[in-house]
């Protein structure tokens, strides 16, 4: 019984969670629904607490997948073949990524936010010799971007933070091509990440430099997700601003996208039509 509390309040704690990409709030939502499937739990409540997660983390598509294949299958086995898939997926992602890097010879590159499935991308590169410095954005208004160049610092990269409103300035002087995940991709290649991924994005377009995203293909989705607003408060004399904490880089901006089944180069929204045969 206390795996079982455990594990339901792990999932009280992800519909709260603010601070981490998709793939590491999916990877700790497969954990904590296959315990509970171990201690017996019903199909009822494990699409129960897959559908509260979701409803908290609207725009991050590999949830509703979760939900959706709960309502197939045998909810055991589907869980761990999940877990494995989504393993495998990030593993082959870092892979691709760094092959790229070597093509294109990305020695620095600039990035936003915290995303399991990019740091895995930066952190591989890097082991293998490409990568020599990563620069990343605070990312305000939850400053993600801060804990993220701490988890790489950890790992040993060398990497800087700069303020968000320096990332265009770092982009021109010093020639950095960007990289960022996704919480969504979009049919016609866009997607939708972090807010402050299309300020990078545009400068990045702006000084000849690629944009580089790093997703699984369980990303997928067939429109736009809701982005609920969120009240921000910049000082307390004065009123909050109303702000979204996500936004959609449109595909025209984007040169690489990096997936588990290949590299798809622009224009993304054809190359993504003919890797799945639309």
């Known amino acids: 019984m206390i795996q079982v509390a455990d594990a339901r309040l792990r999932l009280e704690e992800l519909c709260s969670d603010r601070r981490r990409g998709s793939s590491e709030i999916v990877r700790d939502l497969l954990n904590a629904l296959l315990d509970l499937a171990r201690e017996g739990a019903s199909r009822a409540e494990l699409l129960a607490w897959a559908e509260r997660v979701e409803a908290a983390h609207p725009f991050m598509a590999s949830i509703s997948l979760v939900r959706r294949r709960l309502s197939e299958g045998d909810p055991l086995p589907s869980l761990g073949e999940m877990l494995r898939e989504m393993r495998e997926a990030g593993e082959r992602i870092a892979r691709e990524f760094s092959s790229l890097s070597a093509e294109i010879g990305l020695s620095r590159v600039i990035t936003l936010s915290r995303s399991g499935t990019v740091f895995s991308c930066l952190v591989n590169s890097w082991s293998r010799g490409v990568l020599e410095e990563v620069v990343v954005a605070e990312s305000r208004p939850g400053g993600e971007g801060v804990e993220m160049a701490l988890l790489l610092s950890e790992a040993g990269v060398p990497v800087r933070v700069v303020p968000d409103s320096c990332v265009a300035w770092i982009v021109a002087e010093l020639g950095t091509p960007g990289l960022i995940g996704a919480d969504a991709v979009l049919p016609d290649g866009s997607v939708l990440n972090k807010v402050g991924s299309l300020p990078l994005a545009l400068a990045l377009s702006r000084a000849g430099l690629p944009l580089l995203v790093a997703a699984d293909l369980s990303k997928l989705v067939s429109a736009e ?16 601003s109303s702000v979204p904490p996500m ?3 449109p595909g025209d901006l984007i040169d690489y996208l990096v997936t588990e089944r290949g590299v798809l180069r622009r224009p993304i929204g054809e190359s993504l039509n003919r890797l799945l045969g639309r």
Do not use: G, M, Y
């Open 247 to 249: 936004e959609v880089v």
């Open 225 to 240: 997700p809701p982005t609920p607003v969120v009240e921000l408060e910049i000082h307390p004399s004065l009123p909050p």
